[in-house]
């Protein structure tokens, strides 16, 4: 069964001054519920775009996006923010902690917005899981890149989503610390039972996947 679908999607970028960047060229596919789908492809291709609008984090140009059978191409900002919240995580290269909230909160944050009575234990429980059980009450200054982007694994797979974009989440992380991150992210992935599309330079990464799409020019080859 399709979780994801796309058909004929484009997306320009504007620059002042500049011609406009096509970014996205008439993209269509297919990922089915349950699969882990790797996103490769030379810095530009269009992969980070492609998870943004995939997401509904960005709208595309033309085409549609259908996610558990809602178009996002055509839903309402309030709608879409909903649908975010209960049926996708996502965990970037740059973490985007809130700054003001400790590693608890950032986690809990996302269920309270779904007003799930047990955000905050289940939090912790995350948290625990992936090492951090004395980090709760520290905010994102005070932990290490490793440690911020676990809190973020966590953040991204609280409300159990349904579809699970990461995009390039080692990018900033050493070597031991992006290992680490990635045998979390796949086990909790696991534990959600949550579709991934991930996006990744790692040639590795990628061939843990049920399938690879490559990326040229704002095209899947």
Sequence with gaps: MSILRAEDVVKTYEREGASSVEALRGVTLSVTAGEFVAVTGASGSGKSTLLTVLSGLDLP???????????????????????RN???????????????????????????????AEA??????????????ERLASFPHQLSGGEKQRVALCRAVINRPALLFADEPTGNLDTKNGEEVIRLLLELRAESGSTLLLVTH???????ADRVLVMSDGRIL
């Design 120 to 133: 905050r234990q289940q939090a912790r429980v995350l948290l625990e899981r992936v090492g951090l059980g």
């Design 86 to 116: 209960q049926k996708i995580g996502f965990v970037f290269q740059d973490f985007h902690l809130v700054p003001s909230l400790t590693a608890w909160e950032n986690v809990a944050f996302p269920a309270e917005l779904a007003g799930r």
């Design 202 to 208: 790692s040639d590795s990464l990628a061939g843990l």
């Design 61 to 83: 140009n033309s085409g549609s996006i259908h996610i558990d059978g809602t178009e996002v191409t055509r839903a309402r900002e309030q709608d879409l923010a909903g649908l």
